[in-house]
């Protein structure tokens, strides 16, 4: 829903709902139950208290009618947003397909980097065989689309996801950068770790998607574990063998998360 003012309309529902209920089950008892017991089940007697409060009545009635419509109007505005989504999501697959394709040429990048950094002599002369890659075109639409439709936790992940992929780049350019002969930056092996590390836990959230996107598999915003990022690796053709404690250096860092 909309914001109306300062606060979102949800907000105000809950807000509504939170002090409209409980006063209008007491305004019930005391209008229509204790009347009553009062006068011992005097029909006389409860008409004249309603004929009293007469005003009261009118407005607790129209206030009623307005916490219904509110919460009509919440109802209508979710499942429009749920339909939006379910359309907005139809696109996040290939989008998904889109990112990880550019994750396995990062990964062609950082591995070639890992290579090369040990032997800066020879290897800082000519520039790095594998392009930079480019950042797919329609994966933000697409992303921004289900932000703005989707339930707070996933538009969450998928933020997460973003804020990953734009750090990561940036890392990328700055590291081809350095392997220019006129670069002043020394490109060093545990920094290429480091963006390895990186890049598998960005393609261990997408992977995480893939099955929600296809409407296949409930929404699994959890923490990433080992086998997440050992799949990814695979993924990315990554071997652990071939990149000095990568393993170890994963696994230490999952530790950091959970603390």
């Not at 309309?9 to 005391?30: E, F, K, Q, R």
């Not at 790095?128 to 890659?133: D, I, Q, V």
């Not at 080992?226 to 994963?250: H, M, P, S």
């Amino acid at each position: 829903m909309k914001r109306i003012g300062i606060v979102k309309a949800d907000t105000l529902v809950a807000i509504v709902n939170w002090i409209g209920v409980p006063l209008s089950l007491v305004y019930a008892l005391s209008m229509f139950v204790f009347p009553w017991f009062e006068e011992g089940w005097n029909f006389a007697r409860v008409q004249s208290v309603w004929d009293r409060w007469q005003t009261l009545n009118v407005g607790v009635l129209a206030f009623i009618s307005s916490v219904i419509a509110f919460n009509i109007a919440k109802y209508n505005s979710n499942k429009q947003r749920a339909r939006q989504f379910v359309a907005a999501r139809a696109f996040l697959p290939h989008a998904l397909s889109e990112l990880t394709s550019y994750c396995k040429l990062s990964a062609n990048l950082l591995k070639e980097s890992w290579e090369r950094a040990s032997n800066l002599g020879a290897g800082r002369a000519l520039p790095l065989e594998a392009a930079l890659p480019e950042l797919p075109e329609s994966y933000e639409q697409v992303f921004s689309r289900c932000i703005e439709e989707a339930e707070p936790d996933v538009g969450d992940y998928l933020a997460r996801i973003l804020m990953l992929l734009q750090i990561h780049h940036s890392r990328l350019k700055e590291l081809s950068a350095s392997f220019s002969p006129d670069s002043r930056t020394l490109p060093i092996r545990e920094t290429t770790k480091s963006y390895l590390y990186s890049l598998a836990e960005l393609q261990a959230l997408i992977n995480k998607l893939f099955g929600f996107a296809r409407g296949s598999e409930p929404f699994d915003g959890s923490d990433l574990v080992w086998e997440d990022y050992r799949n990814a690796y695979g993924n990315l053709d990554i071997w652990l063998e071939e990149v000095d404690d990568l393993q170890g250096f994963t696994l230490r860092a999952i530790e950091r998360n959970k603390s």
